[in-house]
């Protein structure tokens, strides 16, 4: 299969801080989703001063190139794929020229190529639960509103969201009967524990619940081990994930993700 990769086809400005790019084009042709709503995939971005561009091979590049040529990846959500159009959706969070694949996103123009990697995951809702909570930051909205698109009509839903503030706030599709609760940081020193107290204060439902919780690290966390030790849900009921962490780059996250995920484990036995 040849390197497969995206052609922008076109772009929109969703809210303050983040940008919707669709891509399409021949690089996608045996592209095919995997039926989870968290399904992800890879970017390759060449550095700035690289004497190459998409499409190309990580591999050979890699080998041909100096470490400090070598394209920087990143992880992404698939918004949606419309197989009839041939056009996967990828949602980004921009802050100005903070990263990398975000000035990116801000700055594409139809006909820019970017290369991509064939869809992982593992999270798909749960059509025979009660009741359905999401609950995440900026980086888990895609996941969260692909989701709650295949709800099953008239099944009870709450997600519980944070953002920088109202302007960021999107509107959510869901055939289900939805709750939706915004939480704004604001400045606010108290961010940290604002998706901790939403769902705390939340009236917890009889019945089954399915849980999708993914986000900053830290956050995901707190909430984790209040739905497992407090609520009483079993780990089977729970898909919980630190997309990043507060305070570190995308490639130290990475470095030490394995531990952490181990130590939160640990958190409740």
């Not at 969703?14 to 919707?20: G, K, P």
């Amino acid at each position: 299969m040849a390197t497969p990769h995206g052609t922008v086809v076109r772009t929109e400005r969703l809210s303050d801080h983040m940008v919707r790019v669709v891509l399409g084009g021949e690089g996608l042709r045996g592209w095919a989703p995997n039926g989870f709503t968290d399904a992800y995939l890879v970017l390759w971005f060449p550095p700035a001063d690289a004497p190459y561009a998409a499409p190309f091979d990580v591999e050979s590049v890699k080998a041909g190139h100096p470490p400090e040529r070598w394209p920087i990846h990143r992880h992404y959500t698939v918004r949606r794929w419309d197989a009839a159009a041939g056009e996967l959706t990828i949602d980004f969070v921009v802050h100005g020229d903070e990263g990398v694949a975000g000035p990116w996103a801000a700055s594409a123009q139809p006909g820019d190529r970017v290369v991509v990697s064939l869809p992982g995951g593992a999270y798909r809702p749960d059509p025979d639960a009660d009741f359905h909570l999401l609950v995440g930051d900026e980086s888990a909205l895609p996941a969260i509103a692909a989701s709650l698109e295949v709800l099953p009509a008239g099944r009870r839903a709450t997600a519980v969201l944070v953002c920088d503030g109202p302007a960021d706030e999107v509107p959510l599709d869901c055939p289900g009967d939805l709750e939706v609760i915004w939480c704004h940081r604001v400045g606010s020193a108290a961010a940290a524990d604002l998706l901790l107290d939403a769902v705390r204060a939340l009236e917890w439902p009889a019945g089954r619940v399915d849980a999708f919780v993914h986000g900053e690290a830290g956050e995901v966390r707190g909430v984790r081990r209040h739905l497992l030790a407090d609520r009483g849900l079993d780990r089977a009921q729970l898909s919980a994930s630190g997309y990043w962490r507060r305070t570190m780059t995308d490639e130290a996250w990475r470095a030490v993700k394995r531990d952490w995920n181990a130590d939160v484990e640990r958190d409740v036995r």
